[in-house]
């Protein structure tokens, strides 16, 4: 069915060369892209409205030029790959900031734990949505930090292509026949391991009463951070890793090339992009 949806697909509507110079203008870490990749990403970010619904949620209004920005990052990563990699996403939905999303857990005695947290992005799995925060998604475009809100969320879904997001995406045969998924789980697992300790050496020079409410204790985060060569949100997890890594990789590369080469030319193989 996917080969005669690829055969007869109708032609994406065109996007306005005026909204999309606007767009891209507007995201520093597009500008290392040539006239042939901005055209090719162009294409996909149309047949990716085309196909995928971008809606507003808490009285957010989605515009063409929100809806394009986001189509344009979220279509970075698959720029050599496929729009396949997103056939498992319902849509994406937009509020117009961090937005309270229920948890529960259920711990090792059976007890079951529910709290409220506000987010400011998520990525469904089974088919669900991505889910963004605009006014957190915008700020990643003022900041040159290696922060980037869409593409980690997107880089989440297609993590989830290999059967639940774990750090270890789906290898397609048509372009990842040059990856060794053992080198693969080796290289990210070390980098992990050693991202960790890290953060660890990071959160023991903040102050025994650290409090995320106190504006002065988040400076000393950030500035203390700035030694990481990537956001240290990516300790949390094997999963949180791959994608903030991703985030690195397209928006500030150099600090992930110099910390963890291999990761970093695993990423070029996979995403088969090479970045300055």
Known sequence: MKLFNRLFRRAAPAIDDAQWQQAVQGMPFLHRLDADELARLKSLAARFLD????????????????????????????LNLTLELYDDMAGVIVYPAAFVVRHSEVDEAGVV???EAAMAGEALDAGGAVVLSWEDAQEDHLWDDGGNLVIHEFVHKIDMGS?????????????????????WKAAFSTAYDDFCTRV?????????????????????YAELAQALPMDPYGAEAP???????????????????????QVFELLEKYYRQRVR
């Open 200 to 220: 660890d050496a990071l959160e023991r020079r903040l102050p025994p009463d650290f409090d995320e409410e106190n504006e002065h204790h988040l400076d000393l």
């Open 113 to 115: 734990h529910e709290w």
């Open 163 to 183: 059967g639940g997001a774990n750090g270890c995406p789906p290898f397609l045969a048509a372009f990842h026949a040059g990856i060794d998924p053992a080198r």
């Open 51 to 78: 196909s995928h619904a971008v809606s507003g949620a808490g009285g957010f209004e989605v515009g063409n030029d929100v809806a394009l920005c986001i189509a344009a990052q979220a279509c970075l990563p698959v």
């Open 239 to 261: 999963a949180e890793f791959f994608a903030v890594a991703s985030e690195a990789f397209f928006a500030r590369p150099a600090p992930l090339r110099a910390t963890y080469p």
